[in-house]
């Protein structure tokens, strides 16, 4: 068996992704333990939720620092002093400068509440509703200079039905976003992506 690769994940409130990956870990689904969970905001729900299960907490605050890059350079030594081999974004509303992107490159993951390329950026859910599409989901990628934009490890689809609401839409693609996640990270600990180009190649187990 691979060495359990060791996970930071980045968020700035809820964290029930964080929670789930966390969950994963215990149980042996993902090979690797959580390292540290970084918050951006001091009184997210997360972070209180982190600690209580024993892991590794740190608040870094943004408004500390003169501007993005300096945040971020705080946020990869944090992550570099934790040993950290992939960062996982777990609705953390910063965007990453291309020093903390090349620091991690495709060592980076995050989830959005969509299928992308479509409704990326804040509210997805929102947007999806707004659309009228009639199939949703969540998106699990490797974060790239552009926003919701890197090469796409899984997608997993929901219907969308004509009496949906943004909140109903929500908590049906949470589910899934609780499933596709830490299968993602579980592919990645167990050494089976590859990037090329713009597609991740999974090799086969
Ligand atoms: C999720 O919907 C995720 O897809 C998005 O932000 C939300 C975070 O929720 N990036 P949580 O903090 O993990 O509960």
Same mark, same amino acid.
């Given at each position: 068996?691979?060495?359990?690769?060791?996970?930071?994940?980045?968020?700035?409130?809820?964290?029930?992704?964080?929670?789930?990956?966390?969950?994963?870990?215990?149980?042996?689904?993902? =090979?690797?333990?959580? &390292?540290?969970?970084?918050?951006?905001?001091?009184?997210?729900?997360?972070?209180?939720?982190?600690?209580?299960?024993?892991?590794? @907490?740190?608040? +870094?605050?943004?408004?500390?620092?003169?501007?993005?890059?300096?945040?971020?350079? &705080?946020?990869?030594? &944090?992550? =570099?002093?934790?040993?950290?081999?992939?960062?996982?974004? &777990?609705?953390?509303?910063?965007?990453?400068?291309? @020093?903390?992107?090349?620091?991690?490159? =495709?060592? +980076?993951? =995050?989830?959005?509440?969509?299928?992308?390329?479509?409704?990326?950026?804040?509210?997805?859910?929102?947007?999806?509703? /707004?659309? #009228?599409?009639?199939?949703? #989901?969540? @998106?699990?990628?490797?974060?790239?200079?552009?926003?919701?934009?890197?090469?796409? +490890?899984?997608?997993?689809?929901?219907?969308?039905? /004509? #009496?949906? @609401?943004?909140?109903?839409?929500? /908590?049906?693609?949470?589910?899934? /976003?609780?499933?596709?996640?830490?299968?993602?990270?579980?592919?990645?600990?167990?050494?089976?992506?590859?990037?090329?180009?713009?597609?991740? +190649?999974?090799?086969?187990?």
């Amino acid at each position: 068996m691979r060495e359990p690769k060791r996970i930071g994940v980045l968020i700035s409130g809820r964290g029930s992704n964080m929670l789930s990956l966390a969950a994963a870990c215990r149980s042996g689904r993902i =090979n690797g333990r959580i &390292a540290l969970v970084v918050s951006n905001k001091k009184n997210a729900p997360g972070l209180q939720a982190a600690a209580e299960m024993g892991l590794q @907490t740190q608040f +870094i605050s943004h408004r500390a620092f003169d501007s993005r890059d300096l945040f971020d350079h &705080a946020v990869v030594e &944090a992550l =570099n002093a934790r040993r950290v081999d992939l960062v996982c974004l &777990a609705g953390f509303m910063r965007l990453l400068s291309p @020093t903390f992107i090349r620091a991690f490159r =495709n060592r +980076i993951m =995050n989830i959005h509440p969509a299928l992308l390329p479509a409704f990326p950026g804040l509210r997805g859910q929102r947007q999806a509703i /707004e659309y #009228g599409v009639k199939v949703s #989901g969540a @998106t699990v990628h490797f974060v790239d200079e552009e926003l919701d934009h890197g090469p796409i +490890i899984i997608q997993r689809a929901v219907p969308v039905g /004509e #009496g949906d @609401t943004e909140e109903t839409l929500s /908590e049906r693609i949470l589910k899934i /976003e609780h499933e596709a996640y830490p299968e993602a990270v579980s592919l990645f600990c167990d050494g089976r992506l590859r990037v090329e180009g713009r597609r991740v +190649i999974v090799a086969p187990k």
